[in-house]
Structures are given as structure tokens and as C-alpha cells.
């Protein structure tokens, strides 16, 4: 039983998210619609060492929707995690908070690494620049899963 002052949304303490990638020729039957499907290998190694450089407090600005309501985009971003799955690239969030937008803002730059379209040190320069213009597409929902909340114990 929830105290009628709490909110789902913004007492939580930390939220996980799961983005996942099919990179193969061929289309995905069964996981239509719950997968971005990319048609060619990405490097999820490459794709890994460039996440690392979004982990920790910082502005987000690049990776924020232009319609985000958020007071500020300074955020802490405490895992980001790409790895291959069989056939799917799987991308892992955890942090206090998100703004709209960010993992799918994020997912399509390190798609763009996964690709040899960018190098580990463009996300890193996408980031610093703290302009939504630097960073690559906005990967779409499809792929895009909420896993996990936390709360503080009552």
C-alpha cells in the first residue's frame, strides 16, 4: 500500500533501461516492432568503449529532446553497457533520472561507432559540444525497454 503523497514517477531513485539492437540481413519475424532492426554487423566493442566516455555527471544538452521539460540536463548516468547477445546488440542504462529521449539520443550515436561512421572520441566531442545537433538519429522505441525502478524502503 503506497502513502497517498507518492508519485510513481518522481520518487524513484533509480530507473534501468534495455535497448536492444538486431544486426542482421535479415528482417526480425517474431521481434517485430520490439527491435530496431539494423541489416548490417555493428562492432559492439567499439560501441562499448565509446559508452564510456557518457558515463558519470554530465550535460546531456546533446542528447536531450528539443520538447524534454526537464530543469536542467545535468544528469548521472551510472551504467552504460553495449553488448552482443547472439544476433542482437543490447545496450544497458541505469541512472537516478533521464531525460526524454536520451537513451534512444544516445543509442543512435553509439550505433553510428557500431557502424565505423563514428570513432569513440565523436561521442565524446558530441557530448562536450551541449547541442542536440552534434549528436547522431534518434534511435526509434522499438527496442526501447523499461526494466527496472527503484525506490527508497519506507
Known amino acids: 500500500h503506497a502513502a497517498p503523497e507518492f508519485h510513481a514517477r ?6 534501468a533501461y534495455r535497448y536492444e539492437i538486431l544486426d542482421r540481413r535479415a528482417p526480425p519475424a517474431v521481434q517485430r516492432g520490439h527491435v530496431w532492426h539494423v541489416p548490417r554487423a555493428l562492432d559492439a566493442s ?7 566516455h557518457l558515463i558519470g555527471r554530465h550535460d546531456f544538452t546533446t542528447f536531450r529532446a528539443a520538447q524534454c521539460q526537464a ?17 542482437m546488440i543490447v545496450i544497458e542504462a541505469g541512472a537516478r533520472s533521464f ?5 534512444r539520443s544516445i ?3 553509439l550505433k553510428l561507432v557500431g557502424d565505423g561512421k563514428w570513432t569513440d572520441a ?14 547522431g538519429p534518434t534511435a526509434p522505441a522499438d527496442g526501447l525497454y523499461l526494466t527496472g525502478v527503484s525506490y527508497e524502503p519506507r
Open 107 to 109: 543509442t543512435g550515436s
Open 99 to 103: 531525460l526524454h529521449h536520451q537513451i
Open 46 to 52: 567499439a560501441m562499448q568503449k565509446a559508452a564510456q
Open 122 to 135: 565523436d561521442v565524446a566531442t558530441a557530448l562536450a559540444a551541449r547541442d542536440r545537433s552534434a549528436a
Open 71 to 87: 530543469k536542467s540536463p545535468v544528469r548521472t548516468l551510472d551504467l552504460l553497457q553495449v553488448k552482443r547477445e547472439g544476433e
Open 10 to 15: 518522481f520518487d524513484a531513485i533509480k530507473r
